[in-house]
């Protein structure tokens, strides 16, 4: 600005024979000066509001920036949640796979030791079934011939009828009647004795 207010108000022109009324120059001078003086007074004001209005736009633009800023990390924090959650949630997928194969296989191995145990149960069933039959077949056949009646034999029945009359007879008579039992008695040991293998082969056959 090449004036100020008072500049103006304190310049004085060269006086003239016909010139202008002094008083209404100085007059105008003062209202120019005033009205200068309004204007730097305006434009002062409108530069500090200015200087504000850019203070501000500067801090909404930082403030944008850092919003912007997080903004971006608010977003990749959550594209890295998300697929840390997608991760996990395979590894939980796959492990719950993993322990469904095995459970699925412990029950396939179950199943088949179970099998194979009643399959081994009927077996010792049958085995035992068989055992308890040949036993039954063996003691009813010995039953079969213990329950058989002995052949006859007219020399066995001859010779016991032949052995056990004397020896009645003695008995009968008493202590010291007849022949001596001493000699008797040795006689039907010996008989017996003789009678028995015949006994035991006719059993036998």
Do not use: C, W
């Not at 403030?63 to 912007?68: A, N, Y």
């Not at 039953?143 to 003695?170: M, Q």
């Amino acid at each position: 600005m090449r004036f100020t207010p008072l500049d103006i108000q304190s310049h004085h022109f060269a006086r003239s024979l016909r010139g202008y009324a002094p008083e209404e120059v100085d007059a105008f001078l003062r209202m120019v000066a005033e009205d200068l003086e309004g204007v730097i007074r305006d434009a002062d004001r409108a530069r500090e509001r200015l200087r504000e209005v850019e203070a501000r736009v500067e801090e909404m633009g930082a403030r944008e920036e850092t919003l912007r800023a997080t903004l971006m990390t608010a977003q990749e924090v959550s594209d890295g949640l998300r697929r840390t959650a997608a991760k996990e949630a395979e590894v939980l997928i796959a492990e719950a796979e993993v322990k469904a194969e095995k459970v699925l296989d412990a029950a396939h191995r179950r199943v088949a030791k179970l099998t194979e145990d009643i399959r081994e149960m009927r077996q010792a069933r049958t085995r035992l079934a068989a055992s308890v039959r040949s036993v039954m077949e063996t003691h009813l056949s010995l039953l079969d011939g213990l329950s058989a009646d002995l052949p006859e034999d007219p020399v066995l029945d001859g010779k016991i009828a032949f052995l056990t009359a004397p020896r009645s007879a003695a008995l009968r008579n008493g202590p010291g009647a007849g022949a001596p039992a001493g000699p008797q008695l040795e006689r039907v040991d010996a008989a017996l004795v003789a009678v028995r293998p015949s006994s035991q082969e006719a059993g036998g056959a």
